[in-house]
Structure formats: C-alpha cells, structure tokens
C-alpha cells in the first residue's frame, strides 16, 4: 500500500517520502489507510491548489529535520487547569479528572469527514498514533462548571502529529486553550468539536515558531441548535503556519464568533483561513481578523461564508479583515469570499490593507511620544479589538502583542 500511496503522489520531494514511510510503520486499518490516502491525492499542499496558492508546504519543506531552535516558553499559565502535552515522541495526560470530564485514549484511526477538503488535518489523524501516542484522543464533557482544558504542542523532533475530539453534552459548556510552541520541523494537529444543543465551547490559540518550522492546525467544528462556539487566535508565525477552521452550522439557531489577530516578523509567514457553512436556519456568525505585518514577514487572510438555497434562510453573518503593513516589504494577501444562494439573509463582509494613520502618528510625536513607541501604541491599539472575546486569557494575549511590538 506504501508503494501505492507514493505513486499517487505526484512528483513526492524529500519530505513526503518520509511521510510514506512514517505510515507504512503504522499498524495497518482501513479507515488510516483512508485518512493517508485523502493527504496522498495531493501530497503536501502546494501553490497549484486554489486554497493553498499563498501558503505552498511542498515547496517549504522539502525535508523533514529537526530545527536547530527550540520550542518556546508556553505563556498560557496551567494553574488551575488540565494540562494535555502532546510532542514528537509522547503524550501526557492529566493524572486526576473531575467530574463531568470522561478521556479516551483510542489506539485505532478513526474515519474523518470530508478528509479530502482537509489534507494536513488528513495526514494528522492517520499519522497521530506514532510511538507512544494515541490516535486519537477523545474527551466526553458532561458538565458547566470544568477548569480550563490547556492543549500544549511542543518538544524537539522532525515531525509531530495528533488528533483530538471534544463532544459536547446537551446544555453544557467547555473552554480550552492550546499552544503551538514549535520544536519540531513539522507540527500537524487536528481538533473537532461537537457541540450539542445549546452546548457552548469558548477555545483560544496561541501559536509562536521559528523560520525552520511548518505548522498545520486543523480545527473543524460542528454545531447543533443552540449551540456557540467562540474562538480567538493570536499567531506570530513560523517558516510557515496555517491556522484553519471550518464550522458547519448543522441545526437552527447557532451562532460562532470567529476573532484571530496575527503578529509577523521578517522571515515569518501565517496563514488565517476559515470556512463556515450556514447548513441551517437562523444562524449568526460573527468574524474579525486583524493583522500587522513587518518587512520580510507575509500574512494570509481566506474567510469564506456558505449559504445553501433552503437550509441557510435567515443568515445573519459579518466578516472583517483589517490589516497593517508597519514597512515596507510587508506582504499581506486577502480572499473574503460569500457564497450566498438563499435569499432571505443578512451577510457582509470586508477587506481593508493600509498603513499607520500619518495625522495620529504625528499627534502622539508632538506630545513627545518617540516614533517607535507610538507606532507600537497605535498598532497594538488596532489589533487588540481581534482579542476582546478570549475571556480569562485577553489580558494575556494583549500582554504578548505588546512585547512583540515593543521588540519589533
């Protein structure tokens, strides 16, 4: 099947050999042999595909090696929450769950819908179960009142994998948390949430790499009446990191809040792409990225709204992108997209790239405010609406941003 899936693979660099051979050590099942398959169609995602034209992993990873940098410190604290790490050659677990919380640590593959749409959260589930981690991890919240859930991926290694599924009772709630600390020369990760009627999750990402570092973070996320999802991300890149989210509103009344800023310096790429599809009546869905960008640094805004003809009646969607270019050489590239076929919605979006307002700069430098420090307040002013709704956690992220401009 290896020799197979290597075929299917046109023209496979380096990288993606090693990624055969890393699945063919891999204990033979169907639905793996699926999920590698799904990836193997088109390999690492390229410039060739309409949604991976400014983020091209074939062409940044030609090998599969061990940075020289490691992973950085997590800023999330852990005190008082449940703390999961996940590297390249382990995974551990809190010792003690409460109440309300049940951890399944599956050995086998399980199947992924729509893997095809999806091909590094694909290659993260049929390769997360390498060594001594588990497939996929599974946890059951049957309660309102849980501490944090804290996700930390870290830790040295060419390439680390996981796969992770929270499901959602009826009527109860979770917030998680997670890090993406960089270590490893590719880091691949796919979370799912399944919320239940009138579930709610509040979830927020942080992810900080190096120039020698590809990150790929799947999160695919499905409602039920009633149902909210809130998510912040704050993202200062790596050589390259994609950050994807695909929300599908499956019953009435949903509603998802959508927030990502994202922070990037020379050298440094981070992609920003969502797709969320309005598969059932009244729901809202509400977006907002913001970003700044330095010389030498690139970032990628893709945000898509899918509205059906009958189950999408009585959308309510707005989708926002703002970002900053601090200097020349910045590179920034955006694709809000609607795709509306009912005809009883309410959706917008925007897209807006520009530079430091020149009259507020020169007010703040007659009140003898030095240049760099005022670029930093104005910037840091701009980009910390995108962070409002990470909760417990805002002041955290808005402290990271500031460190970062004030080092910028």
């Not at 990836?39 to 410039?47: E, I, M, V, Y």
Request: proline share 4%; glycine share 8%; net charge negative.
């Amino acid at each position: 099947m290896t020799t197979a899936l290597r075929d299917l693979i046109a023209n496979p660099n380096a990288a993606e050999l090693e990624l055969v051979a890393r699945y063919g050590m891999q204990p033979e099942d169907v639905r793996r042999e699926r999920l590698f398959g799904a990836f193997a169609q088109s390999g690492l995602p390229n410039r060739r595909m309409e949604a991976w034209k400014w983020t091209d992993f074939k062409a940044a990873l030609t090998t599969l090696d061990r940075p020289s940098t490691a992973s950085v410190e997590d800023p999330i604290p852990y005190d008082g929450a449940l703390v999961f790490k996940f590297t390249p050659t382990g995974f551990e677990a809190p010792a003690d769950l409460p109440n309300g919380l049940s951890v399944f640590e599956r050995g086998e593959a399980q199947a992924l819908g729509a893997a095809e749409d999806v091909p590094m959260g694909a290659l993260a589930a049929s390769l997360a179960g390498e060594k001594s981690r588990p497939a996929t991890v599974l946890l059951e919240v049957t309660s309102s009142d849980l501490p944090r859930l804290h996700f930390q991926f870290s830790g040295a290694g060419e390439a680390s994998f996981a796969r992770i599924v929270i499901v959602v009772r009826p009527g109860m709630a979770v917030t998680v948390s997670e890090s993406h600390l960089g270590g490893a020369g590719l880091e691949a990760s796919v979370i799912e949430f399944g919320l239940q009627k009138n579930a709610s999750a509040v979830r927020t990402i942080y992810q900080r790499g190096s120039r020698e570092e590809a990150v790929a973070s799947t999160a695919l996320v499905h409602l039920d009446a009633e149902a909210q999802y809130t998510q912040t991300t704050l993202s200062f890149g790596a050589k390259l990191a994609r950050l994807e989210t695909r929300v599908t509103h499956q019953e009435p009344s949903a509603s998802v809040t959508l927030n990502a800023a994202y922070l990037v310096g020379k050298g440094l790429h981070t992609d920003i792409t969502t797709h969320v599809r309005h598969g059932a009546n009244s729901c809202v869905t509400r977006q907002l990225t913001k970003g700044a960008v330095l010389d030498g640094g690139t970032g990628v805004f893709q945000g898509k709204f899918f509205v059906p003809r009958t189950a999408g009646q009585y959308t309510d969607a707005d989708m926002q992108h703002k970002a900053l270019l601090l200097e020349d050489g910045a590179v920034v590239f955006a694709k809000p997209e609607l795709e509306i076929y009912a005809d009883d919605v309410e959706c917008a979006h925007g897209n807006t790239c520009g530079a430091l307002d020149d009259n507020q700069l020169f007010y703040m430098r007659q009140r003898g405010i030095p240049e760099k420090t005022a670029r930093a307040l104005l910037t840091q002013a701009f980009v910390a609406e995108a962070l409002e709704e990470a909760g417990e956690l805002e002041e955290l992220l808005r402290g990271e941003a500031e460190a970062w401009l004030g080092a910028a």
